[in-house]
Each structure stands twice: as structure tokens, then as C-alpha cells.
């Protein structure tokens, strides 16, 4: 459970060659705990304190505080937006914010009010079409929206659109997903449980008013701002973003049949990027190592010798059901061994990284193993052609970028009734068609239900 502590107060910070992680969370028995949030709203940042004599502040309380930073936005110039220099390459942000605290030291006191808030809260003024079935245009926008109101830094940025949808995005550095997903989750559940309002008291009390953060800034900030926004927008319009519900069917129907849903979407994956691109694809699913103190994750490869063989069997017409049905199952097995095997400490990829770190940390010769094409080729070193992950079994969602040009991203999660998934590819590569993969992983999902109950006959 250690990662909770790192979801609130939390930030990265630049450095020229290397970042740094600044947490400035506390708990009663360690001392001060910062009160404050942050809100990002046109390209100005405001701070107040959700603590006042002691208690939480009310919900009517902070409708007040919201509204004065929404209306003041809106009603007057927008600000510069600083907070796009965090979307920027790691060491051109490292260098744009030593000029920054350099032309006034008033600049490094707003910065680290930013960095040391419980989180960003941030207004953005798009409305996202969004359905049970269609998640795509929300999921967009939470990943690739608006630059000058995301602190890309923060351990956790929650966000609002004019229509009322929330979602959040966060650095990754500081925790894994399943902390983001708890939060939300209990978020939405605290919502239902309230029905959606406030049953206390509608009192204001004398709060003081949020503070604006105003930074120094001259034509250089200026000019790094805007060719920050310029190189995020440029790369934000080469991602194709796909986010759809499976509604056929989904968890209980698969454990009905004895197979494991995670297993299931993977190797469904698998089929899938075989049938598009006939080959198999390299393949990181995340393995949760939870079990240890301070563990955090594995690389589970779903790519497997049996997957492939499954896949082969499936596009061979002279293959019979029941061989098909026996290489799927064979490849279940095997996926689901490995996948308890890196969850308990028996994987190999978080070991070699290891390795390779301190070699280099040591100016030792690097391995020839890392230098090995193979390695790259089998995803080593971070070249996986898809980076996967579940998200869980509650009703929260995510998305991630593909981990290489000509790759795939693929996030999904698990429901009694349906699967939900998002896949994300580059537009620039004209290999690679998102929409095309999750297509064909629906169909794989009803192929491998159809092969079981027809094998079963």
C-alpha cells in the first residue's frame, strides 16, 4: 500500500540530466501536511487551502472558490500557460524552469505551491460526447487535451469539462494505476451514495478568497511556452485514439467457461494483431507485485510460443475445432502460470533492468545482451510493439500512448457484462490502424466463445 502515500502532494521535478520525485506528503505522527490545491483554468493558476480552522471545507465552500476562479477566467484575459513548458521534452522543461526561477525568485515560490498541492484541479472548457458504448472522444481528451491546463508533472491532475464529465491524468513516475483507479473509484462511489448532492449545510463561512499564482515572465518564456504547445498539439494530432465497450458478453460468461477474462483479452489481442499484420506482436502486460514491500510491477510477456502456435492453428483452415480448441487452452495455461509467476517475484525483466542501470551507473561495459537485436526485437529495453495493461473489474477507464512508433497502445477493463477497451497507435505510421486491431479483437473475443461451445458439442 505504500504507493498511496505518493498520490497526494506529489510532483516531478526537471532536472537538466536527471529528474527528481519531490513528495511533500505527511502524516499526522510525521508532521505538516500541505492544505492546498491547485486550479488551472485559461491558462491561469489560482491556490487555496481545502482546510480552514481545522475542518475540510464544505462543498457549498468550494462551489465558492471554484466559482470565483471560473468567472474571474472567464471574464477576463487568459493567462499565459505556463503549465504547457510541463508537456515539453524532460530537459528543455529542466532548462526552461531554472530561466524561469532566474528572472524572479517569486517564480520558484509560485512553482513549488504548485508542486507541493494535495492536486491540480483543472477547468476545461470542451464538452466530450461520450456513451456507454463510445468512450473515445472523452478518453481523447483527457490524454491529449488542452496543454496550459495540465501540470504534466503532477502525481495526479482531476479534471472537469463544461458537461459535467470528470477524469484525471497523471504522471507515472510517483505510483502505479491500480492508486488512480482506486481513487476515482471510490470518487464515484461516494457520488451514487450521495445521489449526487450535498444533504449538509449550505453555509459559506468567511474563507479567503483563492490566490492567483502570477508569474514573471518576458519574451523568452514567453516564446518557450508557445513552442512548447506547438510540439505537444503537433504530436497530439498524430494519435489515434479508440475507446469502445464489448457489450456481447464479458467476465461472467468467460469464467463460466473456466478462462481466466484477463487471459482471454490477451490472447484475443494476440489473434487480433496476427490476423492484421500476419505476425505475432511482442507484448508487455503489467504483473502487479504487490505482494512485496514497495512493489510496484513485472513485465508479463504475453506473447508466448503457445499463443503464437494458437494463432497459427486459428488461420490454417485444415486445422479441426478441437486442435484449435486444445492450442487456445494450452495457451491459457501457459499465460496464466506466468502471469502468477512474475506476480511473485519470479520474473526477469525488472531483474536485467536492474542490471543494465547499474552497469551504467558504475561505467561498467554495458552487456552484449542489451545490445543484442533480438532483445530489442523480443520488446526488450522498451521496444514492446503492444504496451497492455488491465485496469481492473470496476467501472473505471484509462488509456497510454503506444511504447514505439509502429506500436500499440491497449488498456482495458473487465465487467460482468462487458469488456471496455481502448487502443492507441500513431497516425504517422501507416502500418499501424487502431480502430482496425479493436475490430478484429471483437471478433476474436466471439471466435473463441463460439470454439469452446462448439468443441464442447
Known amino acids: 500500500m505504500n504507493q498511496f502515500r505518493m498520490l497526494f502532494s506529489t510532483c516531478k521535478v526537471p532536472g537538466i540530466s536527471r529528474d527528481s520525485i519531490m513528495s511533500y506528503f505527511r502524516t499526522e505522527s ?9 486550479v488551472l483554468c485559461r491558462g491561469r493558476v489560482f491556490v487555496f487551502d481545502v482546510i480552514h480552522e481545522g475542518c475540510l471545507i464544505t462543498p457549498p465552500e468550494l462551489l465558492r ?3 470565483y476562479i471560473y468567472e474571474k477566467c472567464h471574464g477576463e484575459p487568459d493567462g499565459p500557460g505556463i503549465a504547457a513548458l510541463t508537456s515539453e521534452e524532460r530537459t528543455q522543461w529542466a532548462k526552461a524552469r531554472e530561466y524561469l526561477i532566474g528572472l524572479d525568485p517569486e517564480n520558484l515560490t509560485s512553482l513549488e505551491k504548485i508542486q507541493s498541492s494535495l492536486l491540480v484541479y483543472s477547468i476545461e472548457d470542451s464538452s466530450p460526447h ?9 478518453t481523447a481528451m483527457l490524454l491529449i487535451g488542452d496543454p496550459t491546463v495540465r501540470w504534466g508533472d503532477k502525481s495526479y491532475n482531476l479534471i472537469s469539462f463544461s458537461n459535467g464529465v470528470f477524469g484525471c491524468n497523471c504522471d507515472h513516475a510517483p505510483f502505479d494505476a491500480m492508486v488512480m483507479v482506486n481513487i476515482s473509484y471510490y470518487v464515484d462511489e461516494k457520488i ?6 450535498w444533504k449538509g449545510s449550505e453555509k459559506v463561512r468567511d474563507i479567503p478568497l483563492p490566490e492567483e499564482l502570477v508569474f ?60 492484421l499484420h500476419g505476425r ?14 514497495h512493489g510496484r510491477t513485472e513485465t508479463m510477456r504475453s506473447c508466448t510460443v503457445e499463443a503464437v502456435s494458437w494463432c497459427q492453428t ?26 502468477k509467476d512474475c506476480s511473485t517475484g519470479k520474473g526477469f525483466d525488472r531483474h536485467l533492468l536492474g542490471l543494465l542501470l547499474i552497469a551504467k551507473e558504475e561505467g561498467l561495459p554495458v552487456p552484449e545482451l542489451f545490445t543484442d537485436p533480438l532483445f530489442s526485437k523480443s520488446g526488450g529495453g522498451g521496444n514492446f510493439v503492444l504496451s497492455t495493461s488491465l485496469i481492473g473489474y470496476l467501472r473505471v477507464h484509462g488509456v497510454v500512448v ?13 465487467r460482468d457484462d462487458r469488456f471496455v477497451v481502448s487502443c492507441t497507435a500513431w497516425k504517422s505510421c501507416p502500418e499501424t490502424d487502431a480502430e482496425k486491431l479493436v475490430q478484429l479483437i471483437f471478433v476474436a473475443f466471439h471466435d473463441m466463445i463460439q470454439l469452446m461451445n462448439t468443441a464442447h458439442l
Open 30 to 38: 510525521e508532521g505538516h501536511s500541505p492544505s492546498h490545491i491547485a
Open 65 to 67: 472558490q471554484l466559482t
Open 130 to 138: 461520450v456513451t456507454p458504448e463510445d468512450y473515445t472522444q472523452v
Open 192 to 197: 451514487l451514495e450521495n445521489e449526487g448532492r
Open 216 to 275: 514573471t515572465v518576458d519574451e523568452k518564456v514567453l516564446s518557450d511556452i508557445n513552442q512548447a504547445k506547438a510540439q505537444y498539439l503537433k504530436q497530439a494530432s498524430d494519435l489515434q485514439i479508440v475507446s469502445y465497450a464489448f457489450t456481447s458478453f464479458g467476465k461472467k460468461l468467460t469464467k463460466k467457461m473456466m478462462l481466466h477474462p484477463d487471459t482471454f483479452i490477451q490472447l484475443a489481442l494476440q489473434l487480433a494483431y496476427y490476423r
Open 280 to 293: 505475432p506482436g511482442c507484448c508487455y502486460e503489467t504483473a502487479m507485485t504487490r505482494y512485496f514491500y
Open 314 to 339: 486459428m488461420q490454417d483452415s485444415s486445422t479441426s475445432l478441437l486442435e484449435r480448441q486444445e492450442k487456445m487452452l494450452q495457451a491459457f495455461a501457459k499465460h496464466n502460470k506466468m502471469m
Open 402 to 414: 503506444p511504447m514505439v512508433h509502429n506500436g500499440y497502445g491497449f488498456f482495458y477493463q473487465i
